[in-house]
């Protein structure tokens, strides 16, 4: 009997080859694991795996192992996954979007929020689900990008080429001046909104100060009317939203209130929800940013004509 067919007889009647003492399997140690590496050689982004599932975990460590990847930390819930954004400044997080104790999609969430108008990570949707309206969420929460699941290695591989064009353009860009409390424009354009009130900073501060008391119940009843299907009152709450963050030039949430204006005055609140939680993103961004106005160096810098 040549060397084959004894493993097989072997494997059938139970036994293993030459006799050995059978062992369970062990989970790999993919540590120093060889494998195909990305022309570059090893990434150094740091790079969190929120997922519930153990073999999912397992298996995009070992990918991203492969790809080059030597910084992984995992979270197993989206809870889980916060927490440790908030302690660390991820590269990346790849964010399964169905887990227990909180999902992809409000972690996310409050990821951005914390976030604020600094350093932003990169945000992965991982989803067995390819629906429309999952895609629509992703991005509306602040997802940057979207894989289906089952998570293939040139999917991960194009993420990792497009985070590492985006740190080379970083690094290449000038420094932002942000003595006026926001680094982007699009978040709250102060210098245009001071110059529409004719640089008078005491007038825009009780602007701001008006703005940051009146939207949190707007945004509040905004999402009570997606509930209840109140299409007019939709309407009229985005309406309310986007006139005020308008005159204070916050373009981002503006923006997010006009498409959701739009949308319900075409009579459909398909999406509404999702658009509700970009504007409610997009507000903390803003009131971080107006809570850190230094508002005698914006005056010093713009002074009332």
């Known amino acids: 009997m040549n060397v084959l067919a004894e493993i097989r007889t072997g494997l059938v009647n139970g036994a293993t080859p030459a006799g050995t003492a059978w062992r369970p399997p062990s989970k790999p140690d993919l540590t120093n694991r060889k494998g195909p590496k990305t022309p570059a050689g090893e990434i150094p982004g740091r790079i969190l795996i929120v997922e519930d599932n153990p073999t999912n975990r397992l298996l995009a460590e070992g990918m991203l192992k492969n790809l080059g990847c030597t910084h992984i930390d995992f979270a197993e819930n989206g809870q889980e996954g ?8 991820y590269d990346i997080i790849f964010m399964d979007c169905r887990m227990p104790v909180l999902d992809g999609f409000e972690a996310t969430k409050q990821i951005r929020i914390s976030e604020g108008d600094g350093r932003r990570s990169i945000l992965v949707a991982m989803t067995a689900s390819v629906a429309r309206a999952d895609r629509e969420r ?35 860009a000038p420094r932002p001046d942000a003595v006026d409390g926001t680094r982007d424009d699009a ?59 308008s005159q204070l030039w916050a373009t981002l949430l503006t923006e997010a209130a006009r498409e959701l204006e739009a949308l319900a005055m075409s009579g459909s609140l398909r999406g509404a929800e999702a658009m509700a939680e970009r504007i409610e993103i997009e507000f903390a961004r803003c009131r971080r940013a107006m809570e850190n106005i230094d508002w005698e160096e914006l005056e010093k810098r713009y002074p009332q004509q």
């Open 82 to 89: 916060v927490e440790k954004a908030l302690q660390t400044a």
């Open 138 to 172: 992703s991005a509306a929460v602040g997802m940057d990008e979207f894989i289906a699941k089952p998570v293939v290695p040139a999917a991960l591989s194009g993420v990792l080429q497009r985070w590492r064009e985006r740190e080379m353009k970083t690094a290449d």
């Open 187 to 245: 978040i709250v354009n102060l210098q245009v909104a001071l110059a529409n009130v004719m640089n008078d900073t005491e007038l825009l501060k009780f602007g701001v100060d008006s703005f940051l008391k009146v939207l949190p119940p707007k945004i509040a009843q905004l999402k009570v009317s997606i509930a209840s299907k109140d299409m007019n009152a939709v309407c009229i709450s985005a309406h309310t939203i986007k006139g005020s963050s």
